[in-house]
């Protein structure tokens, strides 16, 4: 062991289900019982830590990837929406449990919601040739879907901002999709991140397609249920998270690093002034 303190940020997000999602539920357990420090999201993963009996410090600080959205912001254009009323709905799909037959009812599903009237789905495919290649054969050609090749944060942002419903096996839209005030649909069995659920912007609807039918069909008909799931919120941070994390690094030097040991890796300059 090299004796170097370890930090971990998005400490103790946990599906309680080592194979959903693999292997990042592994790597994860593993990384925080070795983990100095701890930023943990949201107090409910302070709480999954906790549980384990976790010997590092830890500390809720929200999440950067918050900080980064919410910096972002003021770049992205206000879209406005259709003045039709048709739906505008963007999809992602490229987790490993989805690999397969996932993707194959997915796709049946995105043919069954474009059918209807007033709706238009932009699927975003995915850098992994494997997945991107596997969209194109089941969609290419559909009714009412566009396949949008990969595209950079602030561009994905952008579609997010521009979207009425999101349907995604993402983790990183878990989180930004509630600060959007896009309604999300999560396309995964088990989520490691309840609480966009808890606050109401999110659903959790699995890979079954009866059970997807039964929440998009009714939703895209209730403008009352889209505006309850539309409202912005905040589960996973105020956007301080990094400032909270650079404190905690300092303060954790401070304590536990003899000055001696605090230069740069050039050893020409001490790290903090006395």
């Known amino acids: 062991m090299a004796g170097v303190p370890l930090a971990h940020v998005e400490a103790g997000l946990r599906s309680h289900d ?39 410090e830890i500390q809720v600080t929200g999440n950067t990837g918050i900080d980064a959205l919410l910096n972002r912001l003021p770049m992205l254009r ?34 069954h919601i474009a059918s209807r009237p007033a709706v238009s789905i932009t699927m975003v495919l995915h850098p992994n040739p494997a997945v991107a290649c596997e969209m194109h054969r089941l969609l290419s050609g559909a009714p009412g879907v566009i396949l949008h090749e990969p595209c950079a944060p ?14 995604s096996d993402s983790g990183g839209i878990q ?15 088990r989520t490691e991140r309840p609480e966009g659920i808890l606050s109401g912007n999110s659903i959790l609807v699995g890979r079954d397609p009866e059970a997807i039918r039964v929440i998009v069909d009714p939703l895209l008909s209730d403008n009352a249920a889209f505006a309850q799931m539309s409202r912005p919120s905040l589960p996973f941070g105020d956007g301080r998270a990094s400032s909270r994390i650079a404190a905690a690094i300092e303060d954790y030097l401070r304590r536990n690093c003899p000055e001696s040991e605090m230069v740069t890796p050039t050893g020409l300059e001490p790290v903090f002034s006395p």
């Open 18 to 56: 080592r194979s959903h999602p693999w292997p990042e539920e592994d790597f994860r357990i593993a990384i925080d019982a070795r983990a100095d420090l701890l930023f943990a999201p949201t107090e409910l993963n302070a709480v999954n830590l906790r549980r384990e009996g976790i010997l590092g």
């Open 154 to 167: 602030l561009q994905m942002l952008q579609l997010m901002r521009s979207s009425d419903l999101i349907l």
């Open 78 to 111: 206000q879209e406005m929406k259709r003045r039709d009323g048709t739906r505008q709905l963007l999809v992602t799909c490229h987790r490993r449990e989805s690999w397969g037959e996932g993707l194959e009812v997915i796709a049946s599903c995105l043919r």
């Open 175 to 189: 989180e930004e999709a509630p600060a959007l005030g896009i309604p999300l649909l999560i396309l995964r069995d």
